[in-house]
């Protein structure tokens, strides 16, 4: 089976089909000239959607620029990040949750060799590639992101294989298939002229619940309203966010519905945060029907730190994005969490052995200090900052 849109590229195939040189991302014309035999069917264009957010969720916080396209190629751009071998094994855990079988990964400087090497890989393992342009150069010019009939042009010219298309001039290939053509003979030679699109989490989200019979029983519209807030904290962690404002709607068999909302002060990201105040509208709830559905809404979304702590070590974060960080913290759980060495000395030798003093960040109030003795440094003994 072969699943993808006519005209376009493939979007998923199956083990027999992936056998016979299939594969996700190529045109579609091309995998029924590999296997006409297969069944040719169109994707289910919401659980395609689906799917691609639950990846990219799930990979955010691995690195500062993610992709993820309908056809199942996920990509992450490492430059910058302090231990990308670390990214790449937690990418291949979490794609194994997520998609419930070993993803094929590669590594290469581009997404155009890092497609390539990941579909030549052994499901659950790594396929780096160390030289571009002799990696690419003894596959098929097919596994260009060229139309049919460019497809068919290149093999009249006897332009076989990616190195065969790396050898021509780019000008001459232009001639011949236009920008296009130029374009692919860059991919060919290893250069890599597309940059990755970033992928950014959705400011909404919600879950809801279509109940076979009305439902009147408030134990069991909690007991579905607690798996509900299960969901979307799974969901918002993945994301890194938080709600500030949460919606309930109930509608009831007549088509008319009823709804309480509120905008909170702290964001609400965990099960019990969310369900705790969730349930407490629930119990006191009198509606004036039986349920038929239940919607829970997160209509605004706050990014949690916005980047990912662990990519503040290989100095990702803004000042900005720290601070901001901060104070959220010291919204929820008060002033005196965060706090603030100023220097007492000035710098002469090393700045960890040197007197500071530590006050509170919060802006009400004067800030209290204490001493930080020379002998300890940061990590040993007092806390060098969050």
């Given amino acids: 089976m072969v699943v993808g849109r006519w005209d376009e590229h493939v979007v998923a195939a199956s083990e027999e089909t992936l056998e016979l040189g299939v594969m996700p991302g190529m045109a579609l014309r091309q995998a029924e000239h590999l296997c006409p035999q297969a069944t040719f069917v169109l994707p289910d264009e919401e659980a395609t959607a689906r799917i691609r957010e639950l990846i990219s969720s799930a990979l955010y916080d691995l690195a500062p620029i993610v992709e993820v396209r309908d056809e199942g190629v996920a990509w992450l751009e490492l430059s910058g990040v302090a231990q990308a071998g670390d990214s790449i094994r937690e990418m291949r855990r979490r794609l194994l949750k997520a998609i419930g079988r070993e993803p094929r990964l590669g590594l290469a400087a581009g997404p155009f060799s890092a497609r390539l090497a990941a579909a030549r890989a052994r499901p659950g393992r790594l396929m780096p590639v160390e030289d571009a342009r002799t990696f690419l150069a003894p596959i098929r010019s097919r596994e260009l992101p060229l139309d049919a009939e460019q497809l068919e042009r290149l093999d009249l010219l006897g332009l076989r294989t990616l190195g065969d298309v790396a050898a021509i001039g780019p000008r001459e290939l232009e001639s011949q298939l236009g920008r296009d053509g130029r374009h692919a003979v860059l991919l060919a030679r290893g250069i890599e002229p597309d940059q990755l699109v970033a ?36 969901e918002l962690g993945l994301r890194g966010a938080g709600a500030k404002h949460v919606r309930v709607r109930l509608h009831f068999e007549s088509g008319e519905s009823e709804k309480r909302e509120s905008i909170v002060r702290h964001t609400l990201s965990s099960t019990t945060e969310l369900f705790g105040l969730i349930g407490a509208w629930i119990k006191e709830w009198r509606p004036r029907a039986p349920i038929t559905e239940l919607w829970i809404e997160l209509p605004v979304l706050e990014g949690a730190g916005r980047r990912q702590l662990r990519l503040w070590a290989g100095g990702d974060g ?14 929820r759980f008060g002033d005196d969490v965060v706090w603030k060495p100023k220097q007492l000395l000035p710098i002469h030798g090393d700045v960890a052995t040197l007197p500071h003093s530590w006050g509170s960040t919060g802006p009400q ?12 440094r940061p990590g040993m003994g007092q806390p060098a900052g969050l």
């Fill in 318 to 331: 803004s000042s900005e994005e720290v601070a901001a960080a901060m104070e959220r913290l010291q919204e």
């Fill in 199 to 234: 992928w950014k989490p959705p400011l909404f989200t919600s879950a809801h619940r279509q109940f076979g019979e009305p439902v009147e029983d408030r134990e069991a519209l909690l007991f579905v309203a607690r798996a509900l807030c299960g969901d979307l904290a799974e």
């Fill in 365 to 376: 109030g004067s800030p209290r200090s204490r001493r930080l003795r020379g002998a300890e």
